[in-house]
């Protein structure tokens, strides 16, 4: 299974689908988890955090 999480495209959207602790969670369990490039910049996760996780 693959869970992708994509980057807000609205103005003044902050929030993210996927955190990294979340994404741990899911790659533990063996899933694919694919994190669109500064998803979490708007929640105050950079990328680093989501690659430490296990996401690509």
């Given at each position: 299974?693959?869970?992708?999480?994509?980057?807000?495209?609205?103005?003044?959207?902050?929030?993210?689908?996927?955190?990294?602790?979340?994404?741990?969670?899911?790659?533990r369990?063996g899933?694919?988890?694919?994190?669109?490039?500064?998803?979490?910049?708007?929640?105050?996760?950079?990328?680093?955090?989501?690659?430490?996780?296990?996401?690509?």
């Amino acid at each position: 299974m693959t869970v992708g999480c994509p980057k807000e495209i609205k103005p003044q959207e902050n929030r993210v689908a996927l955190t990294p602790p979340g994404a741990a969670q899911l790659a533990r369990r063996g899933v694919k988890v694919v994190v669109e490039t500064r998803a979490g910049r708007g929640a105050d996760y950079d990328d680093e955090e989501y690659v430490k996780a296990g996401a690509e």
